[in-house]
């Protein structure tokens, strides 16, 4: 089988059933990789290309050692090809450069600093016929899907693998915040937790990259018995996840039990 950097992992577990250990010997970050769920979630998203920088290796670590399992690397595609760009919309293209706000998020996610508080503030302080222009290293999926149920345009241009720019553009005035979503924050915890007691399913995001947490909590949803509850050990509230549990008539209590340790119990209304 012929790969290159854009080859994704999904095509080289499903070529070769030892690529897999394969892929996990380049590096620690991989392990999770065994796990069927978050195989099946990620697999099919990310390419070598993607995978080398998750792992801090190289494309070609990955061409060397899949090799002798019978992959044939074409290293005449690069990196500075893998961008595929989508024609950019006239809202965006015709926008001076001084109604777009640009904030880049990569340096705070290195950290482990959730930027959605401050993302909320520019997204509300942002006029109508402004844009936002939010700089990552990931699409991010879960943050299109709510601004676009609060009136935003958007638009994802792919610079590079290290570098997407999303584009949100204010056509309407509807502002959000994290008051508007009801945190049922404590309250009859310990009553759900009865009322569910041995009927619980245990999912632990805490050491997911954003975000798959919200991607594997929502796996997870689509095939919960009514029945059941999902128990979800979490580092912070997901304030995108929760409106998406409304929407999907899912109620939800949460419990923080300290710094960077929030439980969610997530059940069908």
Not at 50 to 73: H, N, R, V, Y
Not at 128 to 146: D, H, M, R, W
Not at 229 to 237: E, G
Not at 245 to 250: D, G, T
Request: contains cysteine.
């Amino acid at each position: 089988m012929q790969i290159n950097e854009k080859t994704k992992i999904a095509a080289l577990l499903k070529f070769h059933p030892e690529a897999l250990e394969t892929i996990i010997k380049l590096s620690p970050d991989f392990k999770k990789l065994r796990n069927p769920l978050l195989r099946k979630l990620m697999a099919g998203r990310t390419t070598i290309a993607m995978a080398s920088k998750i792992g801090g290796c190289t494309p070609k670590d990955f061409f060397d050692a899949l090799q002798p399992l019978g992959f044939e690397a074409d290293e005449t595609i690069t990196s500075a090809e893998i961008a595929e760009k989508t024609p950019m919309p006239e809202w965006i293209a015709n926008l001076k450069k001084e109604k777009i706000t640009s904030f880049d998020v990569r340096e705070m996610l290195s950290k482990d600093i959730d930027p959605l508080k401050k993302i909320q503030q520019k997204i509300n302080e942002l006029p109508t016929g402004y844009a936002l222009k939010i700089i990552n290293s990931f699409e991010p999926t879960p943050l299109i899907v709510l601004l676009s149920k609060q009136g935003f345009l958007s638009y994802v241009d792919k610079i590079s693998t290290d570098q997407i720019d999303t584009y949100f553009y204010k056509k309407e005035q509807l502002p959000i915040s994290e008051n508007t979503i009801e945190k049922q924050e404590n309250g009859n915890w310990e009553y759900w937790m009865q009322k569910f007691e041995n009927n619980m399913i245990f999912v632990d995001v805490r050491e997911l990259e954003m975000p798959m947490p919200m991607m594997v909590i929502l796996e997870n949803l689509e095939t919960l018995p009514t029945d059941k509850a999902l128990f979800v050990y979490h580092k912070r509230i997901p304030v995108f996840l929760l409106t998406e549990l409304q929407e999907r008539n899912f109620e939800y209590r949460i419990l923080e039990v300290s710094e960077g340790d929030v439980n969610l119990l997530i059940f069908k209304s």
